[in-house]
């Protein structure tokens, strides 16, 4: 018996191998190179509809985000589970993409994380990203990329939004958020004052008050107010230089009394500099 056993198990392998090569190589009975296997499956990819048999030509291929084709037969067949609603498939696939020793990397964690955004998958998204970080996989500016570029394809943006204020501060990964937020730009989200807020401190926390100042003085003086204001809110102060330009500016656009205003906050909280901001105060129009 346990030599029958032996030999029906080893039978149902070769034959699960036969059927799993036979998807892609149809007739043929030449080994396929990983190339013409991606190219296999993604003629397959196109036409198939039901979910096992997107799964099964998937399997058969080892994709890899590595090899351009195999992203473009990811995106193919990520679009068609979720068209279908197939949403615990595609969960299943991409964790069981996890226990193959080739795909123990970054590259792979965050293009897990875009695959789930594709898919509408945020909240896998961010759990994905928090197992991957406590086995080391996401741990720079490209997987915080992935994550928040899944918030958009997800076209979440509040959650988008969130990530990007509070991942990069957690970890303490400051020079991460002036990436992170060329990111969210380049996709077109909307840019709000508490995102401004969090680039604009972690500038000054890396001791780069010229780009923060650059920053401020990038938008128009109302908004940049208004990120000063949340700042001193939350009981962060911007630099002498950061607050004297703020100051100037709103000056420049007729906003004088709430240029004094200003510097009547920044007095009242620190004793120091009162001197200096009673001579930018004196400078200020009448």
């Known amino acids: ?9 080893s039978g149902t392998a070769v034959s699960f191998h036969l059927r799993r090569f036979s998807i892609l190589s149809q007739d043929s009975s030449t080994p396929l190179t990983s190339y013409q296997k991606s190219r296999a499956a993604l003629s397959l990819l196109k036409s198939e509809q039901d979910p096992d048999r997107i799964l099964e030509i998937c399997r058969a291929a080892s994709l890899t985000p590595a090899s351009r084709l195999d992203r473009i037969n990811f995106t193919v067949a990520i679009s068609k589970l979720s068209e279908g609603n197939h949403f615990q498939a595609i969960d299943t696939f991409l964790h069981e993409l996890r226990s193959r020793p080739d ?3 970054e590259r792979f964690a965050s293009h897990t994380l875009i695959l789930y955004g594709q898919a509408k998958m945020l909240n ?3 759990t994905a990203f ?5 086995e080391g996989l996401c741990r720079s500016s ?15 943006h509040k959650e988008a939004k969130r990530i ?28 709000g004052v508490y995102t401004y807020n969090t680039r604009i401190q972690s500038l000054c926390k890396l001791k780069r ?5 650059a920053l401020l003085e990038g938008g128009d003086f109302e908004t940049a107010l208004s990120i000063c204001e949340e700042s001193m809110k939350k009981n962060w102060f911007p630099t002498f230089s950061i607050i004297k330009s703020l100051v100037n500016g709103l000056a420049s656009i007729s906003k004088v009394e709430e240029a004094k205003e200003l510097i009547q906050k920044v007095k009242k909280k620190f004793s120091k500099n009162q001197d200096l901001w009673d001579e930018v105060e004196k400078g200020l129009p009448q």
């Open 1 to 9: 018996m346990a030599l029958f056993s032996r030999i029906r198990s």
């Open 209 to 213: 008050s010229n780009e923060a100042k």
């Open 124 to 126: 896998n998204a961010v």
């Open 130 to 134: 928090d197992e991957f970080y406590k």
């Open 164 to 191: 990007f204020v509070e991942f990069p501060q957690s970890e303490e990964k400051f020079e991460e958020v002036g990436k992170v937020l060329n990111l969210m730009k380049e996709y077109g989200v909307p840019i």
């Open 142 to 156: 490209k997987s915080l990329n992935a994550l928040v570029l899944a918030g958009i394809l997800a076209k979440d």
């Open 103 to 105: 795909l123990q990397n």
